[in-house]
């Protein structure tokens, strides 16, 4: 069946850097996108941005260009979400997701991985 | 950025009743409009996607309505399980955007 298996939570120090990974199985990995949306604690959804996996193309939201980067590795049919500059407001769970249809460019989000927590604190 | 207003923001209701959600966006994102169901300590859940359609696995008592701006979701008659937070999210243009969140609590 069609799984995302996320790595393991994280605690980063403010300033340094965190990489999620999000292990595809079950479907073919370069027809589809993969969204990566985070949740602080107690808080609702925010969309971060889009990959395709069959070219890396890439489209960030606005906030976090320049922060963040999202990478797509066909080989071992994962997608990576790094980002630089821990602050304690990054304190979140983030989730990678995929498109609901293939070639969508960017469809409805379906399914989902089973998140990663990571903690920035001094 | 379009911005999705979901309300009420808490739902408290008895099992076998029926719940209306609603999600209003600040332009119009045609039917590009989804429904996510989220329990405590999950990942969000597609329910509903393209304003009205189910997926496979999303029970027949969620329906979904509206075209444009106004959208609503509707539980039919709740059961147990139903009792979880529902976010509304757009894919009209980017960027994707979530409402808030409507906790829908049992009564």
């Known amino acids: 069946q069609v799984q995302l298996v996320q790595s393991g939570a994280e605690v980063k120090k403010p300033g340094a850097s965190v990489k999620v990974s999000c292990k595809a199985a079950g479907y073919t990995f370069i027809s589809y996108g993969i969204s990566w949306v985070r949740q602080a604690p107690g808080q609702g959804l925010e969309w971060m941005g889009w990959?395709?996996?069959?070219?890396?193309?890439?489209n960030y939201a606005q906030k976090f260009q320049g922060r963040v980067t999202m990478t797509a590795d066909t080989s071992t049919t994962t997608a990576y979400m790094e980002v630089r500059s821990l602050r304690s407001d990054d304190t979140a769970v983030y989730y990678c997701a995929r498109d609901l249809r293939m070639a969508a460019g960017g469809d409805w989000f379906d399914p989902w991985g089973q998140g990663t927590l990571v903690i920035v604190a001094s | 950025e379009i911005v999705l207003t979901q309300s009420p923001a808490t739902l408290s209701l008895s099992p076998g009743e029926r719940a209306t959600l609603s999600c209003r966006a600040s332009?119009?994102?045609?039917?590009?409009l989804a429904w996510y169901q989220q329990k405590p300590g999950q990942p969000p859940r597609l329910l509903i996607y393209d304003a009205s359609n189910r997926p496979t696995g999303t029970p027949a008592r969620f329906s979904g309505s509206g075209s444009g701006t106004d959208f609503t979701l509707t539980i039919s008659s709740l059961e147990p399980e139903d009792f979880a937070v529902y976010y509304c999210?757009?894919?009209?243009?980017?960027?994707?955007?979530f409402g808030q969140g409507t906790k829908l609590e049992s009564k």
């Open positions: 999210q757009q894919r009209y243009n980017w960027p994707r955007t």
């Open positions: 990959i395709s996996a069959y070219n890396g193309n890439t």
């Open positions: 332009q119009s994102v045609s039917n590009f």
